[in-house]
């Protein structure tokens, strides 16, 4: 009863900020990511009747007690699917090109659900795998899938229809995403505390629920007719507005550091050059710049030659889940 699942990270191009059902992570709007090729997540579930409690090893060491608690309750979730009290022994290697910073919780609970259930041989529809795996942490539902990918936020109080789907294929359109480092520290607030904090004090919030929709329609138009710029602009537009509303939080809410804001200034100086380059920014310092892939090489030796920037590193559209037998 044992199974080992690959699924990449994504970056949100229209974010998800808010849930309205905190158990059940249910989005308070509905967002769209581009799933990455260059990090991912490897992980191995057994499950074992004679294990007599189930332990977590994130890079090959005993994860700490915080890690395991988050796992061991997503595990709970599985079991009751499946209808088992067994325990489980997990394995977790986050594939990122540096040790800390870029680690995302994205891709680590879309390879757990994908390996959980398919090692209690649970059949489950690529669907039913990302209402799963938003239910360990919402973005984690888009990197089920590759490519250009949506997850529909849903009106029912069950969840039954909020889940990711995939708009187009990575094989589709290929753009540039470059991952500035800057910070490789973990964050103080987390996206959870961030958002709860922001749609409960945040004066701004009402103002991104009215728009962000009309974002979101704007960016699927933008991708069906591989409109590059418009894309660009929205993505851009939508991220500030996010950590606007962060802003309003009360207290207030800053991710970004001093090389964050280089970088926005940079990627303005690029395009008023010509250059089509336009970022998008998590919660947290770190950066993610979109290009077209004959910019690459211009956008990527800028980046590094910025003081704050620690390493860059290029990725495109990436596949979705990856079972290894
Ligand atoms: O799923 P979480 O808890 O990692 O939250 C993700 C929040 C953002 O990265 C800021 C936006 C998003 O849609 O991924």
Redesign the pocket.
Known sequence: MKATAIANTNI?LI???GKRDETLFLPMNS?L?ITLDSFFTVTTVEFCKNFDKDVFFLNELQATDKESNKVFIFLNKVRDLAGTNLHARICSENRVPTAAGFAS??SGFAALAAAATRALELQLSEKELSMLARQG????CRSVYGGFVEWQKGIQIDGKDSFAKQILSEKSWDISILSVLLVAEPKKVS??EGMKRTVKTSPFYSGWLSTVEKDLEEAKEAISSRDFEKLGIIVEANAMK?HATMLGANPPILYWQKGSIDVIHHIHKLRSEGIYAYFTI??GPNVKVLCLPKDEKIVYESLLSLTDVQEVIICHPGSGIKYLE
Do not use: I, Q, V
């Open positions: 949100a974010k998800y900020w967002s990511s919780s994205a942490s919402g973005s984690a996206s959870t996010m998590d919660a």
